[in-house]
């Protein structure tokens, strides 16, 4: 079978969407499959290579990648550890770039639709007709976020006679928390795209329940009978050493977050104001609360805490994935934030649990996603930020927890390995690939 991956993040991006389709890509070269991918350009990446089995050609120059990685290069080399102030921990390059950030928000984010890869969509739709044409592949997946691949879709569907399966890590149309657009401008353009993509779709997947049924509520005549779940997927790198460590003192007692802070979806706010409460217990000295991820406009959170910061509150900034591993695996306890919105499963939470690690939930809902997703995991302490905050018996249970965490099953490992490693999530994706498959033949 020929496969054509459109996906703006894969390999080396450190995204959810990179990890996962890389390492989907990867296992359906190592299964015999002719897999070809067209993606963003990297810094320092060649325009077209071949990894691992897989044919990769990257489109358009992503500007906004290269700036990211320029203005991450201080903070993915020097973790913060020791700085006094919180004024302080903004470099130069930090400062510039938020800079930058607030001059797109309030200009080009306010016009630009559909989101920050609008402009990706014209080499990267080009790029593709060049792989179609020379290729004849069998199936087209295209993968968001961005939406805008699933444009690229959209517009080689019209022309090809080929099997096109969406893949949707986060919602567009409906997703009125983080926007990725103007929504009170566009938010009806926004549901007629989505809503033609839809339509035009063979095959529609989403990554959890809670997602599927949002989507059946807002489109329920275009998807019932196409759209699938398949689970998020746990791919640890090909190398991890073992031998360093990342932190140099054992004898901590270490909270580790590991993900992207977002104010309007999964802020900190319950997290330090408790961590400040259990530093002021006995053997609250020997506690230590790590952020590994980019804090984004969560910044003004850590202002309460500046007298922590460096000392007892440590934010590292964007370290690689073999990096935030090895900090995971060297954690006491791993700390999941839930989301605002009940559909969408932070992407670390299967991480977590196949590390088999204690894992403390804050969740804001009651009907948190993460919460359904540690159901059956024996190794989890879930509270309710209200909870935490507000009951004192609550705040004992999660402060023994955390002194005290308890032994994880190495049988509820397993199982979470058989449902959610790289071959059954792809053997999930080839059951819809394979279906159906007809000669590729141009419309034109």
């Not at 983080?178 to 566009?186: G, Q, R």
Request: hydrophobic share 40%; with cysteine.
């Amino acid at each position: 079978m020929k496969v054509l991956i459109v996906s703006y993040a894969y390999s080396p991006e450190l995204s959810p969407r990179a990890f996962r389709w890389t390492a989907i890509a990867e296992e359906l070269a190592s299964l015999g499959h002719s897999v070809k991918v067209v993606c963003a350009s990297s810094l320092g990446q060649a325009v077209a290579e071949y990894v691992n089995g897989v044919e990769i050609h990257r489109a358009g120059s992503n500007a906004r990648e290269n700036i990211k990685r320029w203005l991450r290069l201080e903070a993915t080399t020097t973790p913060i550890k020791s700085t006094p102030t919180l004024e302080a921990l903004v470099s130069n390059r930090s400062k510039i770039g938020s800079f930058i950030k607030s001059i797109y928000r309030h200009t080009v984010r306010k016009i630009l639709w559909p989101d920050f890869a609008s402009f990706w969509y014209f080499s990267a739709l080009k790029l593709a007709h060049k792989v179609i044409k020379k290729e004849r592949p069998d199936v087209l997946v295209t993968v968001s976020l961005p939406y805008t691949s699933h444009l690229v879709g959209l517009a080689l569907k019209r022309r090809y006679a080929i099997r096109w399966v969406v893949d949707i890590g986060d919602p567009f149309s409906f997703m009125t928390e983080t926007p990725v657009n103007n929504y009170k401008l566009f938010h009806s353009l926004n549901a007629r795209s989505e809503s033609r993509v839809l339509q035009m779709a063979d095959a529609i997947t989403v990554t959890t329940e809670g997602t599927k049924r949002e989507y059946l509520k807002h489109f329920p005549a275009l998807i019932s009978k196409k759209i699938v779940v398949i689970p998020p997927l746990f791919s640890p790198p090909k190398i991890v050493d073992d031998s360093v460590s990342f932190f140099k003192d054992s004898k901590r007692i270490r909270l580790v977050f590991a993900g992207t802070l977002y104010r309007a979806i999964r802020d900190p706010i319950a997290l330090l104001a408790f961590f400040r409460l259990l530093s002021s217990t006995s053997h609250g000295s020997q506690v230590e609360l790590h952020f590994l991820g980019v804090i984004n406009d969560c910044k003004p959170c850590f202002f309460a805490y500046e007298d922590l910061l460096g000392s007892k509150i440590f934010l590292h900034g964007l370290v690689s994935r073999g990096e935030a591993l090895q900090a995971m695996q060297e954690a006491n306890v791993l700390v999941n934030l839930g989301n605002s919105t009940a559909f969408q499963l932070p992407s670390k939470v299967v991480e977590y649990v196949m590390l088999g690690k204690p894992v403390l939930n804050i969740a804001k809902l009651e009907s948190d996603s993460s919460q359904s997703f540690f159901s059956d995991f024996n190794g989890v302490c879930n509270v309710t930020e209200h909870a935490l905050a507000n009951d004192l018996a609550e705040f004992s249970r999660v402060k023994n927890f955390i002194h005290n965490p308890p032994a994880i099953s190495p049988i509820y490992i397993d199982q979470l390995v058989r449902k959610h490693g790289t071959e059954a999530i792809t053997e999930s994706y080839l059951s819809l690939l394979q279906c159906d498959i007809q000669p590729s033949l141009s419309r034109a």
